[in-house]
């Protein structure tokens, strides 16, 4: 009997331990220090579409930019791309502009564009991306990766992993 209450006590401990760690893991997945910072690293980029077009980030000041970091062959990011698209063409409008910088090939991001409808820039920043995004508190560098800048150009908000629609409207209330 107190052989399997030991076992018992083991268990109980373990998970403890498994819930702490994942709870830790994820709450430092989701602070990011960039938070009220101003923007100056994505709004002084410029950066080629699929057809080597350079376009400046800056062109977008005074509005909601959301920076989403995506891949062809991400599936989160993949599955979030056909609400933004959504979202681009409802909030437009209202000062909301989204740009997916794309850590792929020009070639590949075309097509898929193409394939999707984007109706936003999807611009070409390579491995070098993931360098960017980092400094925006991407500190595993995976995707996708979103930033949202305010009209004042500071960060609001970073978000590692897909965006809930829901999410982005609270967002979005407190922003436009």
Known sequence: MIH???RWWMVVAALLALGAGAWFAWSKLESSEAIGQPATSLLGLSLPDPDGKE???SQWKGKVLVVNFWATWCAPCREEMPMFT??????GPKGVQFVGIAVDQPDKVRQFASDLGLNYPALIGGYGAMELSKSLGNSIMALPFTVIVDRGGRVAHTQLGPLKEQQLSDIFAKLL
Not at 86 to 91: D, G, I, Y
């Open 86 to 91: 959504r979202l681009q063409q409802e909030l």
């Open 55 to 57: 376009l400046a980030l």
């Open 4 to 6: 399997l209450s030991n």
